[in-house]
């Protein structure tokens, strides 16, 4: 057996760089090569005196193998300090007056991005790509704060997330909640090892009591997972992984670059808002091609909002959904209540989910639930 040599080291990307997943590296043991067992004809020769000397120089090889860390901030108390961050859609101040009166119910000092507020002209964003980014590479390096929640979704998530440095973040982990366009955060700080929380935002939680009382829990301590009857289009089973996905247009959108979700034997949730079933299918159909489907180890459907199955393949969401999973043996857990419907409709809440954690995920003939696993 060679000697065993150990080393652990971490790169992780800079400002302004584009984003690059930190590489951890190990040295194993590796076995050295069997001696050559070849049989071969006994010559005669007169005997001689044979001085053997031990060789105890072996060359070692090295394998470069990473690994995820596991990272998990701590759980909030009253008179910590909470960020606001805002690196899609512009939001006016009115929209985010009653999300600042929760957070400060909470016992929270609540801080504000610097580029909140920044519209310029009719841009969408909230101030120039430059300033969204300045603004949040300051709130995630500032150890005051312990959590950042967004602000709204829409877009432009993803034109900040790849210029982010995460060092500090992932040295000194604060919770980052959101949903629909920061799913482009969720999945590059999940890649990462650390979680994150998929749920309400400070412009979308007025009159919703409910997903307001599911984020506390899970700021302040431990979210319990989620249980449903099960439905028709649950499908029976069980399995163990991590909870990972978000917005399905975000997933399909980054695939293929190097903030590609990482689904490997991942539960993977979903939700969309306003896509027509020819969308979906589109979607759905890159997951398959490109084997993330063979890759993970169960679904979670959320809300889709304002699904439209008259265009396109004219398929239901559940028929667009099997059509791409076919014979796969995972276990499906049927639309929970985590998605857009609440912004949609005001119809159902939006609960907070744990991403990047693992969770247990079973289904049978009367009940379809998830429970996570520290």
């Known amino acids: 057996m060679i000697l065993v040599l150990l080393a652990c080291g971490t790169v992780r990307g800079n400002a302004m760089r584009p984003y690059k997943a930190p590489a951890e590296y190990h040295i194993y043991e590796i076995e050295s090569p069997q001696a050559d067992t ?12 044979v001085e053997v000397v031990p060789v105890d120089t072996v060359q070692a090889e090295t394998v470069e193998v990473w690994t995820r860390p596991d990272i998990r901030p701590e759980p909030l108390r009253p008179g910590d300090t909470i960020g606001i961050f805002a690196i899609s859609n512009y939001a006016d101040s009115t929209a ?8 400060k119910n909470w016992g ?9 507020f920044k519209r310029v002209g009719k841009s969408r964003y909230d101030g120039s790509v430059e300033e969204r980014i300045d603004a949040m590479q300051a709130m995630l390096d500032d150890p005051g704060i312990k959590a950042l929640i967004s602000v709204r979704g829409g877009y432009g998530a993803a034109l900040v997330t790849p210029y982010l440095d995460y060092s500090r973040l992932l040295d000194n982990p604060k919770w980052i909640v959101g949903y629909s366009d920061v799913t482009a955060l969720h999945i590059t700080l999940n890649n990462l090892g650390l979680e994150t929380i998929h749920g309400p935002m400070a412009t979308r939680i007025e009159g919703d009591t409910t997903s307001v009382a599911f984020l506390h829990e899970a700021l302040f301590g431990d979210a319990p997972g989620l249980t449903i009857p099960t439905n028709f289009y649950c499908r029976e089973g069980e399995a163990t992984g991590r909870l990972v996905g978000g917005n399905l247009s975000l997933i399909y959108s980054l695939q293929g670059t190097p903030m590609n979700l990482d689904m490997k034997d991942a539960i993977l949730f979903i939700e969309d808002v306003d896509e027509d079933s020819y969308a979906i299918d589109r979607m759905l159909q890159n997951l398959l091609l ?7 180890a169960g679904i979670i459907v959320g809300q889709f909002s304002n699904f439209d199955d008259a265009k396109g393949m004219d398929l239901s969401l559940p028929a667009l959904i099997y059509s791409k999973i076919g014979n796969r043996q995972i276990p499906v857990m049927y639309q929970i209540d985590a998605g857009h419907e609440w912004n949609a409709h005001k119809s159902a809440p939006n609960y907070s989910l744990y991403l990047g954690r693992r969770i247990h995920l079973k289904v049978d003939r009367n009940r379809a639930s998830f429970e996570y696993i520290d």
């Open 38 to 49: 070849t049989v071969v004809e006994p010559v005669v020769v007169d005997t001689l005196a």
């Open 290 to 296: 490109s084997g993330k489907l063979d890759e993970i």
């Open 96 to 103: 985010l007056k009653y999300g600042i009166s929760v957070f």
């Open 108 to 116: 929270l000092n609540v801080k504000l991005a610097d580029n909140l």
